[in-house]
C-alpha cells in the first residue's frame, strides 16, 4: 500500500484556544523559572521604555545649553545612561530567554516521551494504517509548536501589550490625550488589518504544509520501495508522481509568499502613515513651543520601538494559530485510545501448565470480510500443534490473534482457562515467544539485535543462544562478527538469516509458548533440518502453535490443523491425515510429487 496524499488539514479548521490551557501543567513544572523569567521580562521592558526618556534630556540638554556654558559630564553621563538603558532591555531579553529556555525544551522532551510511548501503546491496526512520514512531521510540528506557543504567547504578545501599555501611560503624563489616542488608533487598526490578512492567507499555509506533506509521504514511501521501484524499471514513473506532488508544493509556497508580500506591505504603509501623522503633530506643537526638541526625539523613538514588535505581529499571530493546530492535532493523537486495552484492575497472566484455547473464534480485520469462522481448538499444555494450509487462509491470523495483535470478533482465546482479554497484555505477551514470518531487524548490530530477546542477558547467554539458531558459523564468516551492523530493517541479512535471528531471540526471551510463523520458510532444506533439531528442543515442553509451510517438517507434531479459507477443515497425526485423503493428503502431495509417496 502506499502513503498517499495527507489531505485531512481541513483548510477551515478553526484553532482551538482551549489548547493553550493544555499547556499549563508544563509551566508549573518550572514555577521558579517562569517566575524569573516573567520579571526579567518586566525589567527587560522597563528598561525599553526608559530608552527615549534619555535620549530626550540628551537632546533637550543640548538644545537648551547651546551656548559656551555647556557642560560637557551633564550630557555624557545621560549618553551613558542611554546606553547602558539599551544595553540592559537586550540583556534581560537574553537572559529571559536563557531562563526560559529550559521549561520549553523539557516540555518538549515531556511531550515527545509521551506520544512515543502512546504510539507504542497503539495497536497493530494503527501502525499498519498509518503513513510513516506524515506522522513523523505531525509529531515535529507538534512538539514545535508547544515550544513555540510557550515561548510566544508569554514572550511576545504579553510583552508587546505591556510596553504599549507604559508607553501610552507615559505620554498621557508628558503630552495629553490626543498622541495617545492616535497611537491608539495606529495600533488597533495595525491589529486588525494584520489579524484579517493573516486569516486570509492561512489557508495557503495549510495548503502549502499539506502538499509539504504529501510530497514527503512520497518520498519516503517511494524509497522504503527501493527494490520494488528497480524490479519494474519504475524510476521515471515515481520521479514523475514526485515531480506532479513536488509542483503542487511549488504553486502553494508561491501563493504563500505572494500572500505573505501583501501583508508586509499592507503593514508598512499603516506605519508609515501612522508616522506621518504623528511625526505632523508633533512638529507643529514644537513650532509652537508646547514641546521641546527632546519631545519630538523622544515620541519618534517611541512609534518606531512599538511598531517593531508589531511588525512579526502577522507572523506570530499566523504561527500562534498554526501552531495551535498542529498541538491540537498532537494533543488529538494522544487523546485517542488505543483500540486494545487493559480491563481495569485487569490481572497478569498466570501460565500454569500453558493450555491454550480458541473457542469458537470468527475474526475480520474488517467488518465485511470475515477472515476466521468458527475456528474452534485446543493445544495441550506443552503440545505442539501445527496449523496449515493455503496462503491467504488465515494461519497467521491465528498467531496475531494469540499475541493479542487483535480482539476476535466473538469466540474467545483462553490460556489455562484466562480469556486473553482479560489479562493484562504485558504479561501475556511475556509469555509468549513469536518468530514471525518476517523478521525486521533494528538497524544496529548483529550482537544487539540478538540481544533485544532479552536485553539484560548476558554475553554467554547470548552466544549460546546464537549457537542454538545455528547462527554461530555466519557470524563467525563476518568481518565484523557480532559487531556487524544489519542495514535499515535488517535488509543486509538474507531472509533466512533473519529468522536464525529472530529464532535466537525467542529462544533468549524464553517463554513459556512459542509461536512460529513459519520459521524455516526461507531456509534451505539443509538448514532447516538443522534448525528443526534447535526449534524441537526450544518447544519440548512448551506449547507451541507452528505455522508450518512444508508439510514435511511439521510431521512428528503432536496434532496437525488444516485450515481452509478461515475455517478448521480436517486435524490429526500425519498419518491419519494421509489416510483420510482429503486436504492434507493432497497438499502432502503437492509438496512430494517428485519422491514416492509413503
Ligand atoms: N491487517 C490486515 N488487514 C486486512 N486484511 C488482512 C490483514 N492482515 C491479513 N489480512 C488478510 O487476511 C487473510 C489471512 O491472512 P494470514 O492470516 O496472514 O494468511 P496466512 O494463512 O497466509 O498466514 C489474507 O487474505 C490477508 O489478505
Ligand atoms: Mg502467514
Known amino acids: 500500500m502506499r502513503a498517499y496524499a495527507d489531505n485531512d488539514y481541513p483548510a477551515d479548521h478553526k484553532p482551538d484556544w482551549k489548547v493553550i490551557a493544555g499547556l499549563w501543567p ?287 505581529l502577522g507572523f506570530v499571530y499566523r504561527e500562534i494559530r498554526q501552531a495551535l493546530v498542529n498541538v491540537e492535532r498532537l494533543f488529538k493523537l494522544l487523546g485517542d485510545r488505543p483500540a486494545i486495552v487493559d480491563k481495569p484492575d485487569a490481572p497478569s497472566l498466570a501460565v500454569a501448565k500453558g493450555e491454550v484455547r480458541f473457542e469458537h473464534v470468527c475474526f475480520g480485520y474488517r467488518a465485511d470480510r470475515p477472515i476466521l469462522r468458527d475456528v474452534d481448538f485446543s493445544i495441550p499444555a506443552g503440545h505442539t500443534v501445527a496449523v496449515v494450509g493455503a496462503s491467504g487462509a488465515g494461519k497467521s491470523t491465528l498467531a496475531r490473534l494469540l499475541f493479542r495483535f487483535f480482539d476476535v470478533d466473538s469466540g474467545s482465546i483462553r490460556i489455562d482457562g484466562q480469556d486473553i482479554r482479560d489479562v493484562t497484555q504485558d504479561s501475556l505477551r511475556a509469555a509468549i515467544g513469536v518468530v514471525p514470518q518476517d523478521t525486521v531487524l533494528f538497524n544496529d548490530t548483529l550482537y544487539r539485535n540478538l540481544a533485544y530477546g532479552r536485553p539484560e542477558a548476558t554475553e554467554a547467554e547470548v552466544y549460546r543462544a546464537a549457537r542454538m539458531a545455528h547462527l554461530e558459523g555466519f557470524i563467525h564468516s563476518l568481518p565484523e562478527g557480532y559487531d556487524t551492523r544489519v542495514g535499515e530493517r535488517g535488509l543486509k541479512l538474507s531472509g533466512g538469516e533473519k529468522q536464525r535471528v529472530a529464532i535466537a531471540r525467542v529462544i533468549l526471551k524464553n517463554p513459556p509458548l512459542l509461536i512460529l510463523d513459519e520459521a524455516t520458510s526461507s531456509l534451505d532444506s539443509l538448514s532447516e533440518r538443522a534448525i528443526l533439531g534447535a526449534l524441537q528442543e526450544v518447544s519440548r515442553q512448551r506449547t507451541t502453535l507452528v505455522i508450518a509451510h512444508r508439510l514435511s517438517t511439521i510431521r512428528d507434531a503432536d496434532s496437525i490443523l488444516v485450515m481452509d479459507a478461515g475455517r478448521l477443515v480436517e486435524s490429526g497425526h500425519h498419518s491419519d491425515l494421509l489416510a483420510l485423503g482429503g486436504h492434507y493428503a493432497r497438499l502432502w502431495h503437492q509438496q512430494h510429487q517428485d519422491q514416492a509417496p509413503e
Open 26 to 312: 508544563y509551566l508549573t513544572e518550572f514555577r521558579g523559572r517562569v517566575f524569573l523569567a516573567l520579571s526579567l521580562l518586566v525589567l527587560a521592558k522597563l528598561a525599553t521604555v526608559a530608552t527615549p526618556i534619555a535620549l530626550k534630556y540628551i537632546v533637550d540638554y543640548l538644545d537648551q545649553n547651546r551656548s559656551a556654558d555647556l557642560v560637557l559630564w551633564i550630557p555624557v553621563v545621560l549618553v551613558v545612561a542611554y546606553g547602558s538603558l539599551r544595553f540592559a532591555s537586550t540583556l534581560f531579553s537574553e537572559l529571559r530567554d536563557a531562563v526560559f529556555a529550559r521549561v520549553a525544551e523539557r516540555a518538549m522532551r515531556r511531550v515527545s516521551l509521551r506520544v512515543f510511548r502512546h504510539l507504542h501503546q497503539r495497536e497493530l491496526a494503527f501502525h499498519l494504517d498509518r503513513k510513516t512520514g506524515g506522522l513523523a512531521r505531525d509529531i515535529e510540528r507538534g512538539t514545535n509548536g508547544i515550544s513555540f506557543l510557550l515561548r510566544f504567547t508569554l514572550f511576545n504578545i504579553v510583552p508587546t501589550l505591556l510596553e504599549i501599555l507604559l508607553v501610552a501611560g507615559i505620554l498621557l503624563v508628558v503630552f495629553n490625550v490626543t498622541y495617545v489616542l492616535a497611537i491608539l488608533v495606529a495600533v488597533v487598526v495595525y491589529v486588525v488589518f494584520s489579524i484579517r490578512v493573516t486569516e486570509w492567507r492561512t489557508r495557503f499555509v495549510r495548503e502549502a504544509n499539506a502538499r509539504d506533506n504529501q510530497s514527503n509521504s512520497r518520498a519516503v514511501d517511494s524509497l522504503l520501495n527501493y527494490e520494488t521501484v528497480k524490479y519494474f524499471n519504475n524510476e521515471n514513473y515515481e520521479a514523475q508522481l514526485y515531480d506532479r506532488d513536488l509542483e503542487e508544493w511549488e504553486q502553494a509556497r508561491l501563493k504563500n509568499r505572494l500572500s505573505l508580500a501583501t501583508l508586509n506591505g499592507g503593514q508598512a504603509l499603516i506605519i508609515g502613515l501612522a508616522l506621518i501623522v504623528i511625526m505632523a503633530m508633533a512638529v507643529r506643537e514644537v513650532a509652537t513651543g508646547t514641546i521641546t526638541l527632546g519631545d519630538f526625539t523622544m515620541i519618534n523613538a517611541y512609534l518606531i520601538q512599538l511598531f517593531i514588535p508589531l511588525n512579526a
